[in-house]
């Protein structure tokens, strides 16, 4: 089972960015799909999960508003769209499959992880 994530880069401040995962090897039905990030000498935190309909979307504060999290099924596929980035959200941004149905922001949920995929904002 692989989840390879895409989409990172550099951007300015207020700048936007589409990060993808792309998972293989299996198909998550009712799992539910999550990304996290780790900054530098931080702890990794999550950022926003999505239930396997779509229909719950869970977001921690700071990203309310400004990430949106989906996923198209069919191509097993789940993105974050960051919009109004900031240098704080620089970070390695991690995606997860839980066994759930329903998103959780703990990372014992998870059960399957990316490798990350960079994100840097500059002021």
């Known amino acids: 089972v692989q989840l390879v994530e895409s989409g990172g880069g550099l951007v300015q401040a207020g700048g936007s960015l589409r990060l993808s995962c792309v998972a293989s090897?299996?198909?998550?039905?009712?799992?539910?799909l999550g990304w996290f990030r780790q900054a530098p000498g931080k702890e990794r935190e999550f950022v926003a999960g999505?239930?396997?309909?779509?229909?719950?979307?869970y977001y921690t504060d700071s990203e309310k508003g400004r990430f949106s999290i989906s996923r198209d099924n069919a191509k097993n596929t789940v993105y974050l769209q960051m919009a109004s980035l900031k240098p704080e959200d620089t970070a390695v941004y991690y995606c997860?499959?839980?066994?759930?149905?329903?998103?959780?922001?703990?990372?014992?949920?998870?059960?399957?992880w990316g490798e990350g995929t960079q994100v840097t904002v500059s002021s």
């Open positions: 999505i239930s396997w309909s779509g229909a719950t979307r």
């Open positions: 997860a499959a839980d066994p759930s149905n329903y998103p959780s922001d703990k990372e014992g949920s998870y059960d399957y």
């Open positions: 090897g299996r198909t998550f039905d009712y799992w539910a």
